[in-house]
Structures are given as structure tokens and as C-alpha cells.
């Protein structure tokens, strides 16, 4: 609550502002970038034919605790609501006026004890003006409002879709008495997500924000590996960076640090293997972590020997991915096939590899039976965003999903254009069970040689993930040079790192019980 005069007696940080940020070291976002986003889709709706009466309704996300205890999950809101709106609160619903572009918020209508709980109530008017909207209503007063929206004829356009990733559908909007609304969810979510396939300027801007911050955290953990330590430690010091120096409270995804073999488990880490091996000397790492920032994802994997001095093998394998990633960024352009660029790394790959004699035999002759997806099981990159596999991959218009191995896991097969963001990460692994039926599959095995394929076996892998936006002749790199790349600037990098102190873990539950 306010004192008597309505001026807040305890203002929050980013009170009476109309823009984000997390502090004067961090990236200021105007809540213009959410306005664009209204008129982009508005047009796009305009041009199918929709306008007097066609309200969009998009419903925000809802507080979760920890299953059936009342501690509260940190609230992230859903993304199509947040890239129209960029309310951070839970319990929020948006309308946009199709004809007019008018857009109106509704937020909860808090009890008086939140303020005691939560903190200070804002007003809509407050909401209004931080959030830069025509008006900001209560959720309970939605039907109303929307009804004066639609008119008696018009039609409420819902979100309903499924995401080609995860296989889950969307959140749809529903409220207390929209069964009296003419309701259509058939076409909003495949308009809305094409939408966010392109970004703007400004959610450009957000990106390279969020990649520069986790460039520089990638870099941190460079400097302060030391082999003996635990792989969760150098996650730590990648969360401490991002979100200290940063303002990312959160990541993408589930952090990946893999050392040693288990470098060659494309998404290690999760919470049945949860970046718990010692580093060892000798190992190699493939770190893959992404600051998120306004909801904003970053995912960049930096791979690099643990004691900070390539070995021979770590070399030819890591400059293997190296040229195919080269390959790529210099190919890729508007009009351009994602599924020829995923080809030609696998080529670049096995060219390498063919000079290296891990394969040996003809290079076409390979590509005809898909060699490269024995060591590159996974898609070349993929679109990203406010979702770390961002949205759009497979919409109805646009190539579906191919089949092959490797090229199935592609999150999408579309033609790239201009401001497009996408990850460009090729990787070489050494997995057991694909080396074992690539070994039994005589088409493949030919071009195997045995005894490099046994020495490699426990090598783990690398991968290379950049973060790029389409431009109109090429690409842009998030990061810009920021994430040392060759072989001679990553020990270059660690070299200048082992000059400095790094923390010992003092606090041992364990040794205080043994005392
Ligand atoms: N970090 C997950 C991915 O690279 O797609
Ligand atoms: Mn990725
Ligand atoms: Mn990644």
C-alpha cells in the first residue's frame, strides 16, 4: 500500500519506470520492444482477414509451489505472453483489439495481506504506465471488458498449438465465463509463433546481451578450472558470473558440464547425473550453459582440455568441429537451406577426421551412408529465443522434419532469412552404442578405422555452439569476438587464467561431523 498521498513509501527498484533492467550494469529494455511485437502481430492477423471484433487472448503464466509443500517455484512467465506483453507477475491475461491494435492487461486483484507477505501492491495505473498499454484492468472484471472489446458478434482468438519440441501443447487462455464468447484457437498460434521466428532490433539486442554475459561466464570458468575440482563447481562459477556481473538470474536450461566421457552425453547433467564427476588432468570439457536475460535465452557450449594444453587427439577432434562450425558461419545467408548447412558440417567433419585417420575411404561415399551421424547424433542448431529451442521450427508452411538420422533431430529444416536467431553447434562424440552399430553396419564400418575408433572410445566429445542472428548478407555472431575459439586463444586464455588464485571450497558438512 501506498502512504496516504498514494507516493510509495518503500518504492521497488524499477517503480515508475516503463523499462526493465537488473541495474546500470545491465541492458535497459524499453517496453517498446513489446508494443513492436503487438503491431507485428497485428498486422499479420490484418492480412489473413481478421479485424472489427477479433480480440486476441493471450492468459500468462500461474504461481506453482514445490508439489504439494507451499514453497513457490521463482515465477518465469510464459513466453508467448511475455513477447506480447512483458508483465513479469503471475495470474495476468492480455487482450489485443485486432482492428485498433488497443491492448489491454488485466492483473489480479491482490488481497490486502499480500502487502505483508509479498510487498507493496501497484495500482493498474502504475501497471499502465510501466508497461506501456491503453489500459490495465483487473482479472475479475475480463469478461466485461473483453465483451465491450468483441461486441456481441466478435471473437475471442485463443492460443492452442503444439510445440514441435517438447510435444506439449500451449497454455490457452480460459476465464470465468468465456463459454458465452465466440472462441477461435485455430489460428492465432501458428501466426504468433511465425512472429517470433524473426526478431526485431530490439529483441535482438536482448540476445546479444544475454550471449555477451554468458560468453564472459564461459571465460570465467576457463580461467578458474583446475582439474581436482567437482564439474558442479565450475557450473557455480558460471551462475555466479551471469548473474552477478550479468543480472541472469536464471539460465535456459539445464546446465551441461561434461568432463572426460562424460562429454559424449549431449544433455548430461540433469538431476540423475547432476555435474557430480571430479575433472580430471587429462580430460577434456564441453560446458554448454546459457544465461537467460527478460526472458531472453542465451546457449553457447565452449569445449577445452581441463589442464589447459590440448593433447594431440583433444586437437584433431576439436579442430574437426572447428572447420565444420567455420564452414557454417561462412555459408550460412538468407535463402539458404538449415538442412544443406547441417550436410556440409557433417562433410567439413569427416574431411577432418579422414586427415586425422579416425575414418578413412572416400568423403562422398560417407555422406551417402550418413557416416557423420555416428559422431554427430544431434541437430546442427536451432532457432532461438525467449525459448531456448525456440518456436516456429515446423510450421505447416515450411519443410517438414527429415528423416535420417542426425537430420531428424534438427528442431527445424526451414530456408534461413534475415533475423533469424539460431545456434550454429557442431559436435564430434564418441558413443559406445552408436560406435557398436556403426561397427555392425558393414555400409558404415568400412570407413571406420578400428583402432583409432578404440582409442577414442571413453574420449568423450566436443561441441562448438555459437550464437547468430541472420543479417541480410550473412550472419552476425552474438558474441562478437568474445569466446576465444581456437586451440591458441582458449590456452591462451587458461594460461593467463592458472596465473591467478582461485577459491578452495572451505565449508565440509562432513569433516564438521567427524570432529
Ligand atoms: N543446450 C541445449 C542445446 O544445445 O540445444
Ligand atoms: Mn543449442
Ligand atoms: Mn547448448
Same mark, same amino acid.
Given at each position: 500500500?501506498?502512504?496516504?498521498?498514494?507516493?510509495?513509501?518503500?518504492?521497488?527498484?524499477?517503480?515508475?519506470?516503463?523499462?526493465?533492467?537488473?541495474?546500470?550494469?545491465?541492458?535497459?529494455?524499453?517496453?517498446?520492444?513489446?508494443? !513492436?511485437? #503487438?503491431? $507485428? *502481430? @497485428?498486422?499479420?492477423?490484418?492480412?489473413?482477414?481478421?479485424?472489427?471484433? /477479433? &480480440?486476441?487472448?493471450?492468459?500468462?503464466?500461474?504461481?506453482?509451489?514445490?508439489?504439494?509443500?507451499?514453497?513457490?517455484?521463482?515465477?518465469?512467465?510464459?513466453?508467448?505472453?511475455?513477447?506480447?506483453?512483458?508483465?513479469?507477475?503471475?495470474?495476468?491475461?492480455?487482450?489485443?483489439?485486432?482492428?485498433?491494435?488497443?491492448?489491454?492487461?488485466?492483473?489480479?486483484?491482490?488481497?490486502?495481506?499480500?502487502?505483508?507477505?509479498?510487498?507493496?501492491?501497484?495500482?493498474?495505473? !502504475?501497471? #499502465?504506465? $510501466? *508497461? @506501456?498499454?491503453?489500459?490495465?484492468?483487473?482479472?475479475?472484471?475480463?469478461? /466485461? &471488458?473483453?465483451?465491450?472489446?468483441?461486441?456481441?458478434?466478435?471473437?475471442?482468438?485463443?492460443?492452442?498449438?503444439?510445440?514441435?519440441?517438447?510435444?506439449?501443447?500451449?497454455?490457452?487462455?480460459?476465464?470465468?465465463?468465456?463459454?458465452?464468447?465466440?472462441?477461435?484457437?485455430?489460428?492465432?498460434?501458428?501466426?504468433?509463433?511465425?512472429?517470433?521466428?524473426?526478431?526485431?532490433?530490439?529483441?535482438?539486442?536482448?540476445?546479444?546481451?544475454?550471449?555477451?554475459?554468458?560468453?564472459?561466464?564461459?571465460?570465467?570458468?576457463?580461467?578458474?578450472?583446475?582439474?581436482?575440482?567437482?564439474?558442479?563447481?565450475?557450473?557455480?562459477?558460471?551462475?555466479?558470473?551471469?548473474?552477478?556481473?550479468?543480472?541472469?538470474?536464471?539460465?535456459?536450461?539445464?546446465?551441461?558440464?561434461?568432463?572426460?566421457?562424460?562429454?559424449?552425453?549431449?544433455?548430461?547433467?540433469?538431476?540423475?547425473?547432476?555435474?557430480?564427476?571430479?575433472?580430471?588432468?587429462?580430460?577434456?570439457?564441453?560446458?554448454?550453459?546459457?544465461?537467460?536475460?527478460?526472458?531472453?535465452?542465451?546457449?553457447?557450449?565452449?569445449?577445452?582440455?581441463?589442464?589447459?594444453?590440448?593433447?594431440?587427439?583433444?586437437?584433431?577432434?576439436?579442430?574437426?568441429?572447428?572447420?565444420?562450425?567455420?564452414?557454417?558461419?561462412?555459408?550460412?545467408?538468407?535463402?539458404?537451406?538449415?538442412?544443406?548447412?547441417?550436410?556440409?558440417?557433417?562433410?567439413?567433419?569427416?574431411?577432418?577426421?579422414?586427415?586425422?585417420?579416425?575414418?578413412?575411404?572416400?568423403?562422398?561415399?560417407?555422406?551417402?551412408?550418413?557416416?557423420?551421424?555416428?559422431?554427430?547424433?544431434?541437430?546442427?542448431?536451432?532457432?532461438?529465443?525467449?525459448?531456448?529451442?525456440?518456436?516456429?521450427?515446423?510450421?505447416?508452411?515450411?519443410?517438414?522434419?527429415?528423416?535420417?538420422?542426425?537430420?531428424?533431430?534438427?528442431?527445424?529444416?526451414?530456408?534461413?532469412?534475415?533475423?533469424?536467431?539460431?545456434?550454429?553447434?557442431?559436435?564430434?562424440?564418441?558413443?559406445?552404442?552408436?560406435?557398436?552399430?556403426?561397427?555392425?553396419?558393414?555400409?558404415?564400418?568400412?570407413?571406420?578405422?578400428?583402432?583409432?575408433?578404440?582409442?577414442?572410445?571413453?574420449?568423450?566429445?566436443?561441441?562448438?555452439?555459437?550464437?547468430?542472428?541472420?543479417?541480410?548478407?550473412?550472419?552476425?555472431?552474438?558474441?562478437?569476438?568474445?569466446?576465444?575459439?581456437?586451440?591458441?586463444?582458449?590456452?591462451?586464455?587458461?594460461?593467463?587464467?592458472?596465473?591467478?588464485?582461485?577459491?578452495?571450497?572451505?565449508?565440509?558438512?562432513?569433516?564438521?561431523?567427524?570432529?
Amino acid at each position: 500500500m501506498a502512504a496516504k498521498d498514494n507516493k510509495p513509501t518503500c518504492p521497488s527498484y524499477n517503480d515508475g519506470a516503463a523499462y526493465f533492467d537488473m541495474g546500470e550494469h545491465t541492458l535497459r529494455i524499453p517496453m517498446s520492444l513489446h508494443t !513492436e511485437n #503487438r503491431r $507485428r *502481430l @497485428q498486422e499479420r492477423l490484418k492480412a489473413r482477414g481478421l479485424g472489427g471484433g /477479433d &480480440v486476441v487472448l493471450l492468459q500468462g503464466g500461474s504461481d506453482s509451489t514445490r508439489y504439494s509443500g507451499d514453497a513457490d517455484n521463482v515465477f518465469q512467465q510464459e513466453p508467448y505472453f511475455h513477447w506480447a506483453f512483458g508483465a513479469l507477475e503471475p495470474g495476468w491475461y492480455g487482450a489485443l483489439d485486432v482492428a485498433s491494435g488497443r491492448a489491454v492487461l488485466f492483473c489480479p486483484r491482490l488481497p490486502e495481506e499480500y502487502a505483508t507477505w509479498m510487498g507493496r501492491i501497484r495500482t493498474p495505473q !502504475e501497471y #499502465r504506465q $510501466r *508497461l @506501456q498499454v491503453d489500459e490495465v484492468r483487473y482479472v475479475d472484471e475480463i469478461a /466485461d &471488458v473483453l465483451r465491450e472489446m468483441t461486441g456481441q458478434a466478435g471473437t475471442l482468438h485463443t492460443l492452442r498449438g503444439v510445440n514441435t519440441d517438447s510435444g506439449k501443447t500451449t497454455l490457452e487462455a480460459a476465464f470465468d465465463g468465456i463459454s458465452r464468447f465466440n472462441v477461435n484457437n485455430t489460428l492465432l498460434h501458428d501466426e504468433i509463433a511465425e512472429c517470433r521466428v524473426y526478431k526485431t532490433k530490439a529483441e535482438i539486442e536482448v540476445l546479444r546481451f544475454a550471449t555477451r554475459v554468458s560468453a564472459a561466464a564461459h571465460c570465467s570458468v576457463m580461467r578458474k578450472i583446475r582439474p581436482g575440482m567437482k564439474e558442479y563447481q565450475l557450473e557455480a562459477i558460471f551462475q555466479y558470473h551471469s548473474y552477478y556481473h550479468g543480472g541472469c538470474r536464471h539460465q535456459g536450461y539445464t546446465n551441461i558440464c561434461g568432463s572426460g566421457c562424460n562429454a559424449a552425453t549431449l544433455h548430461y547433467g540433469h538431476a540423475g547425473d547432476p555435474n557430480l564427476r571430479t575433472v580430471g588432468e587429462t580430460d577434456i570439457c564441453l560446458f554448454d550453459m546459457g544465461a537467460e536475460y527478460y526472458g531472453y535465452t542465451s546457449d553457447i557450449t565452449c569445449s577445452f582440455p581441463a589442464n589447459g594444453k590440448f593433447s594431440n587427439d583433444q586437437k584433431l577432434i576439436y579442430n574437426a568441429v572447428l572447420k565444420a562450425s567455420k564452414a557454417v558461419m561462412a555459408a550460412v545467408r538468407p535463402g539458404v537451406s538449415w538442412v544443406e548447412m547441417h550436410r556440409l558440417a557433417y562433410r567439413m567433419m569427416l574431411e577432418a577426421l579422414k586427415e586425422g585417420g579416425v575414418v578413412q575411404g572416400d568423403v562422398d561415399k560417407m555422406m551417402e551412408v550418413n557416416l557423420g551421424s555416428v559422431f554427430m547424433p544431434h541437430g546442427l542448431g536451432h532457432l532461438m529465443g525467449l525459448d531456448v529451442h525456440d518456436v516456429g521450427g515446423y510450421l505447416e508452411q515450411y519443410p517438414p522434419r527429415p528423416t535420417p538420422a542426425g537430420f531428424r533431430s534438427l528442431r527445424t529444416a526451414r530456408t534461413l532469412e534475415e533475423n533469424m536467431v539460431l545456434t550454429i553447434e557442431p559436435g564430434c562424440y564418441f558413443i559406445d552404442h552408436l560406435l557398436d552399430q556403426a561397427l555392425a553396419n558393414p555400409e558404415q564400418a568400412q570407413f571406420l578405422v578400428p583402432e583409432a575408433i578404440a582409442r577414442f572410445r571413453g574420449f568423450g566429445g566436443v561441441r562448438i555452439e555459437d550464437d547468430i542472428v541472420i543479417t541480410a548478407d550473412g550472419m552476425e555472431d552474438l558474441a562478437g569476438d568474445t569466446i576465444p575459439r581456437t586451440v591458441e586463444e582458449i590456452e591462451a586464455l587458461m594460461a593467463e587464467g592458472q596465473q591467478e588464485e582461485v577459491l578452495v571450497p572451505q565449508l565440509h558438512a562432513q569433516q564438521k561431523l567427524d570432529q
